[in-house]
Protein backbone atom coordinates (compact mmCIF):
# COMPACT_ATOMS: atom_id res chain seq x y z
CA UNK A 1 0.00 0.00 0.00
CA UNK A 2 1.63 3.64 -0.82
CA UNK A 3 1.16 6.37 1.12
CA UNK A 4 0.59 8.47 -2.04
CA UNK A 5 -2.94 10.91 -2.46
CA UNK A 6 -5.47 9.71 -4.23
CA UNK A 7 -7.47 12.18 -6.01
CA UNK A 8 -10.77 11.30 -7.57
CA UNK A 9 -11.12 10.92 -11.23
CA UNK A 10 -12.59 13.25 -12.71
CA UNK A 11 -14.95 12.86 -16.23
CA UNK A 12 -15.00 15.68 -18.26
CA UNK A 13 -17.27 15.67 -21.12
CA UNK A 14 -17.24 18.89 -24.15
CA UNK A 15 -20.71 19.85 -25.01
CA UNK A 16 -21.63 22.43 -27.30
CA UNK A 17 -24.53 24.21 -24.97
CA UNK A 18 -25.55 23.47 -21.36
CA UNK A 19 -29.58 22.89 -21.11
CA UNK A 20 -31.15 25.86 -18.64
CA UNK A 21 -32.54 24.01 -16.23
CA UNK A 22 -29.58 22.13 -15.40
CA UNK A 23 -27.42 25.45 -15.54
CA UNK A 24 -29.63 27.07 -13.24
CA UNK A 25 -29.85 24.05 -10.84
CA UNK A 26 -26.00 23.74 -10.66
CA UNK A 27 -25.80 27.44 -9.98
CA UNK A 28 -28.46 27.05 -7.47
CA UNK A 29 -26.78 24.28 -6.31
CA UNK A 30 -23.01 26.52 -6.04
CA UNK A 31 -24.79 29.43 -4.25
CA UNK A 32 -26.01 27.07 -1.60
CA UNK A 33 -22.61 25.24 -0.74
CA UNK A 34 -21.07 28.57 -0.91
CA UNK A 35 -19.83 30.22 2.67
CA UNK A 36 -21.73 33.77 3.08
CA UNK A 37 -18.92 36.16 3.42
CA UNK A 38 -19.37 37.27 7.02
CA UNK A 39 -19.24 41.46 7.74
CA UNK A 40 -16.27 42.33 9.99
CA UNK A 41 -17.40 43.20 13.77
CA UNK A 42 -15.23 45.58 15.51
CA UNK A 43 -13.64 43.09 17.74
CA UNK A 44 -14.73 43.32 21.60
CA UNK A 45 -12.28 44.44 24.75
CA UNK A 46 -10.81 41.24 26.62
CA UNK A 47 -13.14 40.65 29.77
CA UNK A 48 -10.87 41.53 32.55
CA UNK A 49 -11.42 39.32 35.38
CA UNK A 50 -10.56 40.97 38.90
CA UNK A 51 -10.78 36.95 40.46
CA UNK A 52 -6.87 36.31 40.75
CA UNK A 53 -6.52 39.59 43.10
CA UNK A 54 -9.63 38.96 45.39
CA UNK A 55 -6.97 37.91 48.24
CA UNK A 56 -5.41 41.74 47.48
CA UNK A 57 -8.79 43.40 48.41
CA UNK A 58 -9.51 41.08 51.40
CA UNK A 59 -5.85 41.92 52.23
CA UNK A 60 -6.37 45.91 51.47
CA UNK A 61 -9.58 45.67 53.58
CA UNK A 62 -8.16 44.83 56.60
CA UNK A 63 -5.79 47.17 56.19
CA UNK A 64 -8.32 49.52 55.75
CA UNK A 65 -10.18 48.32 59.38
CA UNK A 66 -6.86 49.00 61.07
CA UNK A 67 -6.26 52.36 59.45
CA UNK A 68 -9.97 53.54 59.85
CA UNK A 69 -9.58 52.62 63.37
CA UNK A 70 -5.89 54.10 64.36
CA UNK A 71 -7.37 57.57 62.29
CA UNK A 72 -10.99 57.37 64.83
CA UNK A 73 -12.48 58.38 60.97
CA UNK A 74 -12.23 61.67 61.92
CA UNK A 75 -11.35 63.52 58.09
CA UNK A 76 -11.22 66.97 59.38
CA UNK A 77 -8.82 66.42 62.31
CA UNK A 78 -5.73 68.48 60.55
CA UNK A 79 -7.89 71.89 60.41
CA UNK A 80 -7.75 71.83 56.78
CA UNK A 81 -9.35 69.39 54.25
CA UNK A 82 -6.91 66.66 52.94
CA UNK A 83 -5.88 66.63 49.42
CA UNK A 84 -5.90 63.05 47.99
CA UNK A 85 -1.98 62.62 47.03
CA UNK A 86 -0.08 59.66 46.31
CA UNK A 87 -0.03 57.80 49.62
CA UNK A 88 -3.02 55.02 48.60
CA UNK A 89 -0.71 53.23 46.44
CA UNK A 90 2.31 53.14 48.96
CA UNK A 91 3.08 52.12 52.44
CA UNK A 92 1.02 54.25 54.97
CA UNK A 93 3.45 56.60 57.47
CA UNK A 94 2.04 59.28 58.92
CA UNK A 95 -1.09 60.21 60.12
CA UNK A 96 -2.14 62.30 57.29
CA UNK A 97 -1.41 59.08 55.50
CA UNK A 98 -3.54 56.30 57.00
CA UNK A 99 -6.25 59.47 56.49
CA UNK A 100 -6.32 59.82 53.17
CA UNK A 101 -6.49 56.23 52.76
CA UNK A 102 -9.26 55.79 54.96
CA UNK A 103 -11.00 58.32 52.83
CA UNK A 104 -10.28 56.81 49.43
CA UNK A 105 -11.18 53.12 50.41
CA UNK A 106 -14.54 54.87 51.81
CA UNK A 107 -15.08 56.41 48.56
CA UNK A 108 -14.96 52.99 47.39
CA UNK A 109 -16.84 51.44 49.10
CA UNK A 110 -20.12 53.84 48.79
CA UNK A 111 -20.03 53.06 45.17
CA UNK A 112 -20.77 49.08 46.00
CA UNK A 113 -24.53 48.54 46.39
CA UNK A 114 -25.79 48.26 49.66
CA UNK A 115 -26.38 44.36 49.37
CA UNK A 116 -22.57 43.76 48.34
CA UNK A 117 -21.57 46.37 50.90
CA UNK A 118 -23.21 44.62 54.02
CA UNK A 119 -22.12 41.02 52.63
CA UNK A 120 -18.60 42.33 52.41
CA UNK A 121 -18.59 43.85 55.89
CA UNK A 122 -20.23 41.00 57.24
CA UNK A 123 -17.40 38.53 55.67
CA UNK A 124 -14.56 40.39 55.40
CA UNK A 125 -14.33 43.05 58.19
CA UNK A 126 -16.54 41.01 61.05
CA UNK A 127 -15.36 37.82 60.19
CA UNK A 128 -18.42 35.93 60.11
CA UNK A 129 -19.07 32.72 58.03
CA UNK A 130 -20.96 32.51 54.66
CA UNK A 131 -24.15 30.78 56.53
CA UNK A 132 -23.87 33.02 59.20
CA UNK A 133 -24.08 36.15 57.02
CA UNK A 134 -27.17 34.37 54.86
CA UNK A 135 -29.21 33.89 58.11
CA UNK A 136 -28.80 36.87 59.09
CA UNK A 137 -29.35 38.83 55.83
CA UNK A 138 -32.41 37.04 55.41
CA UNK A 139 -30.55 34.95 52.21
CA UNK A 140 -29.92 31.36 51.28
CA UNK A 141 -26.42 30.07 51.71
CA UNK A 142 -25.79 29.58 48.21
CA UNK A 143 -27.03 33.37 47.59
CA UNK A 144 -24.07 34.81 49.77
CA UNK A 145 -21.88 32.41 48.20
CA UNK A 146 -22.81 32.94 44.67
CA UNK A 147 -22.34 37.07 45.32
CA UNK A 148 -20.00 37.68 47.47
CA UNK A 149 -16.99 37.04 45.08
CA UNK A 150 -18.91 39.17 42.53
CA UNK A 151 -19.36 41.67 44.62
CA UNK A 152 -15.13 41.43 46.07
CA UNK A 153 -14.29 41.61 41.80
CA UNK A 154 -16.76 45.27 41.91
CA UNK A 155 -14.44 46.63 44.71
CA UNK A 156 -11.45 44.96 43.11
CA UNK A 157 -11.97 47.09 39.82
CA UNK A 158 -13.43 50.39 41.79
CA UNK A 159 -9.79 49.88 43.70
CA UNK A 160 -7.90 49.50 40.71
CA UNK A 161 -9.77 52.21 39.05
CA UNK A 162 -8.80 54.69 42.03
CA UNK A 163 -5.36 53.56 41.77
CA UNK A 164 -5.60 52.44 45.30
CA UNK A 165 -5.04 48.82 44.27
CA UNK A 166 -1.94 48.47 41.98
CA UNK A 167 -1.95 45.25 39.80
CA UNK A 168 1.37 43.55 38.31
CA UNK A 169 1.50 43.63 34.35
Known sequence: ????????????????????????????????????????EPEAEPVVSYAFYRRHTENLLKRYLYASTQVGRSPNLLGESVGRGWVSSRRVKTFEDALIFVLDVERCL????????????????????????AVMMGLSSRT???????????????????????LPE
Open 1 to 40: MSAALQLPQLWAQASAAMPPQLLASAVHHIQRRAPVPKKA
Open 110 to 133: KKLTPLDLQMITRVLLQEYTHAET
Open 144 to 166: VDMKLPLAIDRLTEELVGRALLV
